[in-house]
């Protein structure tokens, strides 16, 4: 077991060290990213003008959920494994996966792990520069649960992230490009999963639908759990559908790294 681990956990520091190297690129997204914040009170200021409260929850409370949303993105989110992976495949540099025993989704989780974690510590930074301008409008629940909920929520958020792209990633096994699936999914991300607005302001029968999908865990979720927008009771309800996501998600995996092997032509590498 310890052997196995110690593959990927060198995986882990190549591909920290590999990161550290694009440091200044994740720096200036972050520092952008505050810029995109900016922009996002501006609207809800504007949004919430003459009314105290939006869908139940103030100002504030939204802020803080877009808040911990950029946080989330850095920290969980997948950036470029999908195209990272198709790449590995259309230049047969997945040749070498075929002949060791290293299980290549582990590998490319492994990456993902320390390309997040560089990302988000540096996602950090700008922040803690313009903190003393946010800390007035950030709202916290005190709710010891929301933590221990939270963090395995976040967690497995990291895992579906990460495994949908990993999946369009394995579909180069079947076309040579794989950009408008990519497209098309981050479009779908972006209103299903809480990116462009909190999905609870939206009817209850979309938010209820929403919620047996896999981009609503994807940000929408732990950032709501963090953040009050969730009760307990939902939360709870909200762990399982996730968990269930998860093991489907990395079933889908298997079965297309499995038949993409079947079409797979060994060259290069």
């Known amino acids: ?16 060290q590999s990161n550290i190297v694009y440091r200044w690129t994740f720096g200036v997204r972050a ?37 911990v949303l950029l946080l989330m993105q850095f920290f969980i989110g997948a950036f470029n494994e999908d195209y990272q992976i198709s790449e590995e495949i259309r ?21 993902f792990v320390a390309a997040r974690l560089v990302s988000g510590l540096l996602a950090l930074v700008p922040l803690l520069f313009a903190f003393p301008l946010l800390r007035d409008y950030l709202v916290f629940p005190d709710e ?15 895992i579906i992230q990460f495994t949908i792209a990993y999946c369009f990633g394995l579909l180069t096994f079947w076309f040579l490009e794989i950009q408008s699936f990519v ?3 981050l479009a779908i991300e ?9 999905l609870d302001l939206m009817p209850a029968w979309f938010f209820r639908i929403s ?15 963090f953040t009050g927008r969730l ?14 996501w998860v093991i489907a998600l990395l079933g889908i995996a298997n079965f297309l790294w499995r038949r993409g092997l079947r079409r797979h032509t060994a060259v290069g590498g």
Do not use: C
Not at 211 to 225: C, D, E, K, T, V
Not at 231 to 244: H, K, P, T, V, Y
């Open 231 to 244: 009760d307990q009771a939902q939360a709870i309800e909200g762990l399982a559908l996730q968990l269930f």
């Open 91 to 111: 230049n047969g540099l997945i040749n070498q996966f075929l002949l060791k025993p290293i299980n290549y989704y582990l590998y490319r989780f492994s990456i």
């Open 183 to 185: 497209i098309l999914s």
């Open 190 to 198: 972006t209103v299903l999963g809480g990116q462009m607005f909190p």
């Open 1 to 16: 077991m310890f052997p196995a681990l110690t593959k990927y956990r060198h995986a882990f520091l190549i591909g920290l």
């Open 144 to 158: 010891t649960w929301r933590i221990l909920l939270g963090v395995p929520a976040a967690l497995m958020a990291a």
């Open 31 to 67: 520092v952008f990213s505050v810029f995109h914040l900016a922009f996002v009170f501006i609207l809800w200021g504007a949004a919430y003008k003459g009314q105290a409260t939006i869908g139940g929850f103030d100002l504030n409370q939204t802020l803080t959920y877009f808040v």
């Open 211 to 225: 919620q047996f999908l896999p981009y609503y865990y994807q940000m929408y979720f732990p950032s709501a759990i």
